[in-house]
Each structure stands twice: as structure tokens, then as C-alpha cells.
């Protein structure tokens, strides 16, 4: 075991190009020789607890201080690890309970993942010099690789479980051969030679405009130059919600597929979140989404029109609608009023 009590660490990785502080921490870890718990006690000590959370959502101050010493990396690159760094982007409010607008939940039952809340691209992986998981793999709406055009994975293929590279080396009995993190740690099967999808496509149009979507999540382009604010986002993640509403009046989802001329998923029953849905439902509903958002006005018009929705069902729950999009809507009170 190499010396861990100086004030820098002997192995001090930087975290890689949007990598995740629950993956980055892993690799510091066995940068060291040591198992994740093994190492996170030496540092941390037994009472204060890291794997009991979605670090990568709720990552304690004392945790990110910590690194940043040891690493002798910026408090700035450490806090950009965490899926907080996307608060005031991706949604409006960072809270800490309950589902987060657009990040994936991992449903923690005593430190195991119960969903499927990271998910990877084996081409990315099998690409790196070093594999890694990045931070938007956490992000619900991406399911198709900006840089493959193929689609992520949210388990692992051979066996079903969840991705959780925390656990990789609880069944390794040597913690110096557990190799790099994109294996299962449950089958160990290896993540980088998991067969590469095609994503299925309902209309041109829709599939390029969530490729477009994809790519303002890249690191140069998060901060500048962005095409698509917090209020696009949130329209977005309201339509998606309709798509799914289970009012008897409400048909927003079976018109958009007749428009496109798609066959329906079976989808999760019940009241599931988004972001709790798996990759093939959220790929699913997020091309049906697309295709309204790609002409907005005169298709969300259209379905009104139709009868698959009604205008208060368009703002219902929807506090934080932007100006445009309460426009549009409030057109179709005032033509139900002159009828």
C-alpha cells in the first residue's frame, strides 16, 4: 500500500474529460491498491459513510474538500464532477430528495442499485485509453451516443445488472487484479465488448434534433453558445410527462405515432418518473417528444385540434413554463372560448 497520509496523495489522478466523481474515486482507489471501501475508510474513517448515497448527486462538502487537497485539483473540476454542476442548466433547483428533473435514479437499497440510473456506450469505453464514465451518462434524455450515433446501454448485457463500479472489487478476492472499470461487477463481463445498437428512428427530423440536444451536454459547449436553456429543457421534460399521463382524455402520445407512423411500447405501469424509465422506453418517448419539438407550434396545434389534449393539461403542474411556450398554449383557451 503506498502512502496515503501526506498531504497529496502518491497517486493523484485528474479527473478525465466529464468523468463522474463516483467513477473518478474508484480509480483513485485502486490507483492505490486498495478496494473502494478499504480506501474510503483509511480516508474518511468508518463514521463518515460514501457509498451509501448517489455521491455523484449528493456528494458531501467534506468528501469534495478532501479530494481537492489530496489531488491538488481546483475545488471547480472537483464540483463538475457531480451531477450538481448541471443545476440552473438541466433543471431549475438542486434538491436533494425525491426524482431530479433529467438525471437518472439509481433507487439505492442498502448500497445496492435497484435502477438503472448509469448508463455507458461501448464504443466510448472500448475507445479510451483509460475507460470511464462520464457525467451525461447520467442525463435521461441521452440515449444515443453524440460521438457513435449508437445507442447507450443502461445494464449490463450478459447478465442484467445495473452498472455500479463502486462494487467491482467486492468479488474480487485481489484487489491489485481488478483491472479497469468497465467490467460488470457482477458477471464481469467486459462493458467494451458489448454489441454496438442501432437507435431506431421515427422521423429524420426528430433524430437530428436529438442529436443536437446531445451535444450541448459536451464540456465546451455546456457553458457557451448554448442553444437549448433551461426553459427548452423544461418544455421538453413536460411533454415527455404527457406523453405518459394517464388521463382518459389525454391521446398527445397515440397521435404523435399515427403522425409518424409508429407502433406503440409496452410501457413501465403506474406512475414512473422519466427518470426511472428504462433506456428503450425513454428513447422511445423522448423520439415522439422530438418530433413535436422539432415544429412545435403548428404540431402541438395539431393535437389540440385533434382532441389528444387539452390546453390545461399543457400547464398543468408546469410552474416554471417559459413565456414562449404559455403563449402558444394560452392560443388554444381563447379558441375554445370563441366556439
Excluded at 32 to 47: A, D, E, M, P, S
Excluded at 265 to 273: D, F, M, R, Y
Amino acid at each position: 500500500m503506498k502512502d496515503i497520509t501526506s498531504s497529496l496523495w502518491p497517486i493523484h489522478y485528474k479527473p478525465l474529460p466529464d468523468e463522474l466523481l463516483s467513477c473518478w474515486l474508484v480509480r483513485l482507489a485502486h490507483g492505490h491498491g486498495l478496494k473502494v471501501q478499504t480506501f474510503c475508510n483509511l480516508i474518511f474513517g468508518n463514521r463518515r459513510q460514501v457509498w451509501n448515497r448517489d455521491i455523484d448527486r449528493l456528494a458531501p462538502t467534506w468528501l469534495l474538500d478532501e479530494l481537492s487537497a489530496r489531488t491538488g485539483t481546483s475545488p471547480e473540476a472537483v464540483f463538475n464532477t457531480t451531477l450538481r454542476s448541471y443545476d440552473g442548466l438541466l433543471y431549475p433547483k438542486f434538491r436533494s430528495a425525491s426524482v431530479l428533473q433529467w438525471i437518472l435514479a439509481l433507487k439505492l437499497y442498502h448500497r445496492k442499485r435497484e435502477g438503472y440510473g448509469l448508463q455507458f456506450c461501448p464504443a466510448c469505453l472500448a475507445e479510451d485509453e483509460i475507460p470511464y464514465f462520464r457525467k451525461f451518462w447520467r442525463v435521461a434524455f441521452y440515449t444515443v451516443c453524440a460521438r457513435h450515433g449508437t445507442m447507450l446501454l443502461d445494464r449490463c448485457p450478459k447478465c442484467g445488472m445495473a452498472i455500479a463500479v463502486h462494487r467491482l472489487d467486492m468479488t474480487s478476492p485481489d484487489s491489485l487484479m481488478i483491472g479497469p472499470v468497465s467490467y460488470c461487477y457482477s458477471c464481469r463481463f467486459d462493458l467494451r465488448d458489448a454489441s454496438r445498437i442501432e437507435p431506431i428512428s421515427y422521423d429524420k427530423q426528430a433524430s437530428e434534433l436529438l442529436m443536437k440536444i446531445n451535444c450541448e451536454l459536451k464540456v465546451e459547449n455546456l457553458l457557451v453558445d448554448r442553444k437549448w436553456d433551461l426553459g427548452r429543457y423544461a418544455v421538453m421534460h413536460q411533454l415527455c410527462r404527457i406523453m405518459v399521463a394517464r388521463y382518459k382524455h389525454v391521446h398527445l402520445r397515440e397521435f404523435v405515432l399515427d403522425q409518424v407512423g409508429s407502433q406503440d411500447l409496452p410501457l413501465t405501469a403506474g406512475h414512473t418518473s422519466f427518470e426511472m424509465r428504462s433506456i428503450e422506453e425513454r428513447h422511445h418517448l423522448m423520439q415522439l417528444t422530438a418530433w413535436l419539438l422539432a415544429d412545435l407550434e403548428p404540431r402541438l396545434t395539431g393535437a389540440w385540434k385533434a382532441g389528444a389534449v387539452r390546453y390545461n393539461v399543457l400547464l398543468k403542474d408546469f410552474t416554471d413554463r417559459p413565456d414562449w411556450y404559455a403563449r402558444i398554449v394560452a392560443q388554444f383557451a381563447n379558441w375554445r372560448d370563441r366556439l
